[in-house]
């Protein structure tokens, strides 16, 4: 069984900052892919980024160039740096791990005040 936790969320004004960390009850190296979404009300779950074994990543348009998606093997944990928040980054970010299915965390809130 798979695990994904989630944390760094928070309530943070237009133009700040957050750091979320997902932590896996796995070892990551082999997984294929890890990556971000998220689901803001009354909106489906969209992908935010995913980033590869390889260290390929692959980000929504409309987050290129302010959020950095990362992993550390060594702590089975996979990051995504957030810089210049919108109030339409607020959402609730999932953590997501495809291996042969996939696995959810239970999610964290980013609240993006203007």
């Known amino acids: 069984q798979v695990q994904l936790v989630e944390s760094g969320g928070g309530l943070v004004q237009a133009g700040g900052s957050l750091r979320l960390s997902c932590a896996a009850s796995?070892?990551?190296?082999?997984?294929?892919?890890m990556g971000w979404y998220r689901q803001a009300p009354g909106k489906q779950r969209e992908l935010v980024a995913v980033?590869?074994?390889?260290?390929?990543?692959n980000y929504a348009d409309s987050v290129k160039g302010r959020f950095t998606i990362s992993r550390d093997n060594a702590k089975n944990t996979v990051y995504l740096q957030m810089y210049t928040l919108k109030p339409e980054d607020t959402a609730v970010y999932y953590c997501?791990?495809?291996?042969?299915?996939?696995?959810w965390g239970q999610g964290t809130q980013v609240t993006v005040s203007s």
């Open positions: 997501n791990a495809q291996i042969g299915r996939n696995y």
């Open positions: 796995v070892s990551i190296f082999n997984i294929d892919a």
């Open positions: 980033i590869t074994s390889g260290g390929s990543t």
